[in-house]
């Protein structure tokens, strides 16, 4: 090989190498957010969360991913979502890691979340409840020698710490799915999560009810990287100050609860 072509061959490695260094990096839409993958509003969830997010024969559908629609399409991106554990979602990993743009989880934005990301405005107000098939135990109290499954990472099992007597044994579980499953087949004698997949589960399930809901006035915010994506953060926030405003987030709501949302 003679120098010429030794160099032009030098020249086209570095180019390759800049080239795959650019592809881990995100691109810019012309909106200015930044994505992790081109021409695409990558969502982080955790399943199964009804009626917020859920596999609906091949596809992930529920309220949080009507929402993300319209951010994807606000950015005339195409939406993709990847299905992550709640844990990472909540810690910030998914999105630090560059795992996801966004994380729409029926995510309650608190103060120690805070420190890891960032956070939309509020979306949706919710509140721990108690899903049980005994009518009778309405409250953490009465479940004093008997067993709660809580779900790992989650507001609930920080609320169950807190409150619940010492004699109630509490029992870990990775997602919703498995806690309702440890209920009904008598695994445990309750269970503690929001109260909007709660309801949905009782309304579908009638050997279950939801007996008690605690008031811990929580809101849902959607998330993005910690510093990392204000434009997306921004775009996020005007879906859902838009959406409020022209309708169609009653819309979305009637969708997947029933009713249209109670006026405050
Ligand atoms: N709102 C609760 C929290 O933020 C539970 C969220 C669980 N979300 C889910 N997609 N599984 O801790």
Redesign the pocket.
């Known amino acids: 090989m003679n120098t010429r072509l030794m160099t032009s061959a030098i020249a086209a490695g570095t180019l390759a190498l800049g080239l795959s260094a650019c592809a881990t990096e995100t691109t810019t839409t012309e909106s200015g957010a930044n994505v992790v993958a081109d021409g695409k509003l990558t969502v982080c969830?955790?399943?199964p969360?009804e009626p917020?997010?859920f596999k609906k024969g091949s596809e992930i559908v529920g309220f949080d991913m009507d929402l993300m629609k319209k951010v994807a399409e606000a950015n005339k991106l195409e939406l993709a979502v990847t299905v992550t554990g709640?844990e990472g979602i909540?810690s910030g990993q998914a999105l630090n890691s560059g795992t996801c743009d966004v994380a729409a989880?029926?995510?309650?934005i608190t103060d120690e979340r805070k420190k890891a990301i960032d956070f939309s405005d509020p979306y949706f107000d919710?509140t721990q409840a108690l899903l049980t098939k005994d009518k009778s135990i309405d409250s953490l109290a009465k479940l004093d020698g008997k067993s709660l499954a809580v779900?790992s990472?989650?507001?609930?099992e920080i609320y169950a710490k807190e409150n619940a007597p010492k004699g109630v044994t509490q029992k870990s579980f990775e997602?919703?799915g498995l806690q309702t499953t440890a209920l009904t087949t008598g695994q445990v004698d309750a269970v503690i999560?929001?109260n909007g997949p709660l309801l949905d589960f009782a309304k579908k399930n009638p050997t279950t009810f939801v007996t008690a809901e605690f008031q811990t006035g929580?809101q849902?915010g959607f998330a993005v990287k910690k510093g990392g994506n204000a434009e997306l953060l921004a775009s996020i926030n005007k879906v859902i100050t838009d959406s409020k405003a022209d309708g169609s987030y009653n819309a979305t709501y009637k969708t997947w609860f029933g009713t249209e949302p109670k006026t405050s």
Do not use: H, I, R
């Open positions: 969830t955790s399943l969360y917020f997010e709640f909540q989880a029926g995510m309650t919710a779900m990472g989650t507001t609930g997602d919703l999560q929001d929580e849902y």
